[in-house]
């Protein structure tokens, strides 16, 4: 019966979208401005069933209702109550079911801020999510349905989540990461609405910053996450391998982070509205083409989702439609969106230019990475690889120029900068960070000049930034909640690439055969092995090794594990680690050699937590911009004479 109501939730979810979509698109005649208004409640209507359908398929899983075909090919009566929960998302349908209650939630926070929007734009927005949404939807009931029943033919027991999802990461990561995607849907929105209003101003972008920015920080923590699951649960040591599916996510993040750029240049200046029209149709889309990478079978994962190429079909479609929609959109209503503003080289415009350029670029060479695989297979039968070699060839001189152009950005100023206000701050920063630089990289391993640029690049944006904090907060007691998360952002991007140069050249890594009692190094450590015990735990028995680790006056034992799974038999391995600020050391098992002996697999990584504690860094800046009071209400009269303009009264 509980099934039976998640998906009568589902179709209940579909009609009200269906109808939200049309009043919110079309109904803009005399006489339906009540139709108008009702779009905030079916899009409350759209929250509570997609929650209650969610809630139905938590509800199967947590009494191990194995009568529904989802919940007994993903779960286990055996499988701890957290897992059964997340084993909700740890699927195809189910994660589908999650994005689509996401989307709702998304729809939801915009009602809550009607009132900062007119009625006409505010009811285009909602408009175009509920038509997304009701593709969403159409998608779960007829080809990924999360509530088909096995009856009669009921399991006694479920087959089990896969142990790889049976960790607290990928509780958090898919909700984090689907915030992210799904988040993009709202500038997308805004973009079509402003280009179905006729207006791209800087109201227009100021009222999209603050969602572009939470859509961006959400979609960062999930990579963020999504790499430090990889790195202590697949027992490779690797934070990041340029997998498909890692650049399925990436993409849209490189999008999403161009699109706040020229965002703040639309709003500021009044320029740059087709880079941030384009930008925020690419985000959303390169979200949807992410799906569809995960989701159709084109290729092989531990990330991918294994399904038929009906669905994969059904995506596609979907985003052609998406796609091919907002482009036309784009070409009949964009025209003429042009500023006739003014610019210098030595200008905050200029440097938002490069920036968007060398993100773009980045953008096309892992999209090339990504699909040109697939498309070689699909038109020649054959297969060729693309791996990390060639995505370090473009990403690491890209990466650095960047570096370059987000280190001069505290000292521009719009329009125009005097050359001796940037003189006077590169003969006071930067030789300090090349001295600095240098020193760390000789005192290091002077071998990569690629390594040197890093250290050096990445000290002078900290230092900058962090000089002109202090100016600002001479010269104003208070400084703007925006321009202290830009810094902090950027200050994290630095810290991310200082993580990525050490650890990549720093690290050691040794495969070796040990017995009982065998001692090898670990670059400035010791690691003896003192053996191997049986433990068991709540669904499974595990091999445990147990390794006594010596740093200079520090000792500590690392215990990892090969686990054997009672419900499917799988065979996982569980790495030991000792975590800390400036090292990891990290231990996994091999396979066992015969004798009491192991081959075992040993790291040094220098400075990895750095790569993710960047990218928490800038995650945080972009969520303390939004708390700028400017986009907590509309800010002048000229900003209320917009709104009058596009649309009288309120939202409802």
């Known amino acids: 019966m509980i099934a039976e109501l998640g998906q009568l ?147 006694v027991d479920g087959a089990d989540l896969n142990p790889l999802l049976q960790d607290f990461g990928l509780i958090v990561h898919p ?40 859509a961006w ?12 699951w990889a790195y202590y649960e697949l027992g490779w040591g690797g934070w990041w391998f340029w997998d498909p599916v890692e650049n399925a996510s990436f993409m849209p993040w490189l999008a999403a982070t161009a699109l706040i750029h020229s965002l703040a240049v639309t709003e500021k200046r009044g320029t740059f509205k087709s880079w941030t029209l ?44 998406v796609v091919g929609g907002s482009l036309t959109l784009y070409g009949l209503r964009a025209y003429g969106e042009r500023a006739d503003v003014g610019f210098k080289i030595l200008s905050r415009e200029f440097f938002m230019l490069i920036n968007n350029v060398i993100l773009v670029v980045s953008l096309a060479v892992v999209m090339w990475g990504t699909l040109a695989p697939i498309g070689y297979e699909a038109l020649s039968g054959g ?53 600095l630089g240098g020193v760390w990289w000789y005192t290091t391993d002077p071998k990569s000049a690629g390594v040197l640029a890093a250290l050096i690049i990445a000290l002078w944006i900290v230092f900058t930034h962090l000089l002109d904090l202090v100016k600002r907060l001479r010269q104003s007691r208070r400084l703007p909640l925006a321009y202290v998360g830009m810094s902090l952002a950027h200050i994290g991007f630095a810290v991310s690439v200082l993580g990525i140069a050490i650890t990549a050249t720093q690290s050691v890594e040794e495969d070796v055969r040990m017995a009982p009692n065998d001692v090898t190094a670990l670059g400035i450590e010791e690691v003896r092995f003192l053996g191997v015990r049986e433990v068991q735990g709540p669904n499974y028995v595990a091999q445990q090794g147990v390794f006594v680790v010596t740093n200079g006056n520090r000792t500590f034992e690392l215990r990892p594990e090969k686990r054997r799974y009672l419900a499917g038999g799988n065979i996982m391995t569980e790495a030991g680690i000792d975590a800390g600020l400036f090292a990891d050391t990290y231990i996994s098992l091999g396979e066992p050699l015969g004798g009491g002996a192991w081959a075992v697999r040993l790291h040094y990584k220098p400075m990895v937590r750095w790569i993710w504690l960047g990218a928490l860094l800038f995650a945080f800046g972009g969520m303390l911009a939004v708390m700028d009071k400017r986009y907590r209400k509309l800010r002048t009269r000229r900003d209320v004479a917009i709104k009058a303009a596009l649309g009288s009264g309120t939202a409802g």
């Open 217 to 228: 920080a959400f979609l960062s923590v999930g990579i963020a996450l999504g790499s430090w």
């Open 383 to 435: 297969r060729i690889s693309i791996g990390v070699p060639f995505f370090n060839m473009f990403f690491v001189p890209l990466m650095l120029l960047l570096g370059v152009a987000v280190a001069l950005v505290p000292v521009l100023n719009w329009k125009r900068t005097p050359w001796q206000s940037i003189k006077s701050t590169l003969t006071a920063v930067l030789p300090v960070s090349v001295l």
């Open 278 to 321: 384009l930008l925020a149709i690419a985000g959303f889309s390169l979200s949807l083409l992410g799906a569809f990478i995960v989701r159709s079978g084109v290729l092989t994962s531990v990330h991918a989702f294994a399904v038929d190429p009906e669905r994969g079909m059904y995506i596609l479609i979907f985003l052609g439609a």
């Open 9 to 155: 939730s589902l179709a209940l979810a579909a009609c009200l979208a269906l109808t939200a979509a049309a009043a919110g698109l079309f109904a803009h005649g005399p006489g339906t401005q009540l139709l108008r208004q009702s779009t905030v409640s079916m899009v409350v209507g759209q929250f509570v069933f997609a929650a209650l359908a969610f809630a139905a398929l938590v509800y199967s899983f947590a009494t191990d209702d194995f009568s529904v075909s989802y919940v007994a090919t993903h779960s286990n009566s055996l499988l701890p109550l957290p897992y059964k929960i997340s084993a909700t998302w740890g699927g195809h349908e189910g994660s589908f079911l999650l994005w689509i209650l996401i989307m709702t939630i998304w729809m939801l926070l915009l009602t809550l801020r009607r009132d900062n929007y007119p009625v006409r734009f505010f009811s285009r927005v909602l408009g175009t999510m509920s038509l997304m949404n009701l593709g969403f939807l159409c998608f779960a009931l007829f080809t990924s349905n999360p509530f088909e029943r096995l009856i009669p033919m009921t399991p």
């Open 175 to 214: 909700p984090l990461l689907y915030a992210g995607y799904v988040g993009l849907s709202v500038p997308f929105s805004f973009a079509v609405a402003a280009l179905l209003e006729k207006r791209v101003d800087a109201a227009w972008a100021r009222w999209s910053r603050p969602w572009t920015n939470f």
